[in-house]
């Protein structure tokens, strides 16, 4: 008798001890932060893009990213690199995403997730694969077409299962994850459409998910890129008024935290253009600002890295992207701190 009692309590404390480690993250609308382990939580995040580089070189820019006092990061998931045969699908050598979000979790940081299916990034197609192109007859992107809406189905049905046992709430390290991306700058405005992939996302991830949007800090943009159940956030860099930038996110997220999703420390380059620079010192001041008072703030880029072969995008008007993505970053192109 002795013997089963003891254990019995072996038992209880075991069971105990793993529900007081279990992790768990999400919003506290009440006291408007993010509530990680039980505890508010204030993430200062940096942008990273591991297909910008090779894969021996993820552990140095992540740790060079710890070191300068990041708790989280934040990254695209770049379809056209996983299935450039339609159908066929890569997750091996740069493209193994699970082993990035693992390595980024071992060295301690949390993650920011944002999967599309578009991306922008100056990435080439937006992210898309090129075989989308080969229906042009029906197929209209970025909105409730059948032709495009099956293609983002088939791949959300393959990448969503690999993100689900690396969620914060599933032990893992991804905190919050992005629905479509800016779409508020596109020209649909189709809220059906951005329903349709939240609902997507919550057949395949659950419900206790944290999502959001990222938009530009204004009304139109808000307005079409926000989609209920969704957390909205917007983007940002130096020399904004912050109360008014803010006070945008609150008229489609009046509870909750403040959230700059895109702080620009630098900018992208053109061809034929200068080197884009951005002043040290008004970096500094605007973001110890947003910090000063709560923000959450994601720093984009804090790494750029390299548009490899032909994968560089471009602006309207056919205003191309070299291949370097240095985007003036804390961490140059080629690995050192700025």
Known sequence: MYQQLCALLIIILC????????????????RNTFVK????????????HMYRMPREYWNDRLEKMWAAGLNAIQTYVFWDQHELVEGVYNFDDTNDLVAFLQLAQKIGFVIILRVGPYICGEHEFGGFPWWLLRDLTDIQFRRMNSVYLNAVTRWMSVLLPKIRPLLYNNGGPVITVQVENEYGSYKACDHDYTSYLRDIFRQNLGDNVALFTTDCNGPHYLECGTTKGAYSTVNFGIKTNITEAFRYQRMYAPHGPLVNSEFYPGW????GNNHAKVSTSDIIETLDEMLSTGVNVNIYMFFGGTNFGFTSGADPDYQPQPTSYDYDAPISEAGDIT
């Open 15 to 30: 069971i105990c001890g793993q529900c007081q480690s279990e992790q768990s993250f999400g919003i506290d609308f009440d």
């Open 268 to 271: 992208l380059d053109l061809w």
């Open 37 to 48: 382990d039980g505890k508010p939580f204030q993430y200062i995040s940096g942008s990273i």
